[in-house]
């Protein structure tokens, strides 16, 4: 069946294994986000705004040409947050109070991360998503970097979306044995010491307020097997544009804060595993191995254990977005 934008959700049926844990709670943080600015020619000042990190409510109200633009995506452009970047928002909002679509040509348009006190990516240039660089390219937005470099922009392919019908079968587990076999993993791998050096690392860490990592087994036992492997997607997508992955918890070192936050509201402890695409997410991983994704639109649900999880990832799977109770 044909895929449509749904910020009320985003998730739909997940391919994420088991069903998801519940958040018991709000978790307390807002972070990760990123926040933009739109300068359209002729304004001295620009439009600002953050991407949309909670559920139905607050989400921001797409002006129609944009909420077509990002429903005709295929799954190569088409991300799981697709609509709650600030970029969708601020173009929205441009249009939605009677702005000309023609005068967006020309306008620029930067983005910016905004993470925990004390980590570098703080404030640093924000690569567009693949579904926000389409969003930009088909209204003839510039973005700027500041200078530094725009590895995240893959351009505005415009995929055409899947016709009517359940989509080709997702690959599983033999094409996941290959693409960890390509980033160099082999039955009984064992990276005792780089885990032991990544444990000294968190243990001794503390955010500016003094918020410690939590370090369990689970955690340790996945970074010896697994830690350092760096992969890359398997295909062009089945729902979502899929990413790359790379194991290592040193990704999450100045999040201690936010992955506290999340524990809380799930009644958990929370370690981190590595990062999706580049930066785009950071990945965690529990106390029973259960896998999430935190990036700047919200908390995912990946799978309930590390394989099920890069499967999700590398093939563009359907992770379950973690609601907060009414």
């Not at 702005?99 to 640093?124: C, F």
Request: net charge negative; glycine share 12%; aromatic share 4%.
């Amino acid at each position: 069946m044909p895929v449509t934008l749904d910020l009320d959700s985003q998730d739909g049926p997940a391919d994420a294994g088991p069903a998801a844990p519940v958040l018991r709670h709000r978790r307390d943080g807002i972070l990760p986000t990123t926040a933009a600015a739109l300068l359209l020619p002729g304004h001295a000042h620009p439009l600002k705004g953050a991407a949309v990190h909670r559920s139905a409510p607050d989400a921001p109200r797409l002006h129609p040409q944009v909420r077509r633009l990002l429903d005709g995506l295929g799954p190569a452009d088409r991300e799981r947050h697709a609509g709650r970047c600030p970029e969708a928002a601020l173009i929205s909002r441009y249009l939605n109070e009677g702005g000309d679509a023609r005068h967006l040509r020309g306008a620029e348009i930067t983005t910016r991360h905004i993470r925990e006190d004390g980590d570098p990516q703080h404030g640093r240039y924000a690569p567009h998503c693949r579904s926000c660089a389409a969003l930009l390219g088909h209204f003839g937005v510039q973005s700027v970097s500041g200078g530094e470099p725009d590895t995240g922009l893959t351009g505005p392919t415009l995929t055409l979306r899947l016709p009517d019908g359940e989509p080709p079968q997702a690959p599983g587990d033999l094409d996941l044995d290959q693409a960890l076999g390509y980033a160099g993993w082999h039955p009984g791998r064992r990276m005792t010491e780089q885990a032991e050096r990544w444990a000294d690392t968190l243990s001794g860490h503390r955010s500016p307020q003094g918020h410690p990592h939590v370090l369990f087994p689970a955690a340790f036992e996945t970074w010896a097997e697994y830690g350092g492997l760096r992969l890359h997607p398997m295909g062009p997508g089945h729902w979502y544009a899929p990413g790359s992955v790379v194991i290592d918890p040193l990704r999450g070192l100045h999040w201690a804060r936010t992955l506290g936050d999340l524990g809380r509201a799930l009644d958990t402890d929370l370690c981190p595993l590595g990062a999706e695409g580049g930066g785009t997410a950071l990945l965690a991983m529990d106390r029973e191995a259960r896998i999430y994704a935190l990036d700047h639109t919200g908390d995912w649900y990946l799978g309930p254990d590390l394989r099920t999880a890069l499967i999700t990832l590398l093939t563009g799977g359907r992770p379950v977005r973690l609601l907060s109770p009414e």
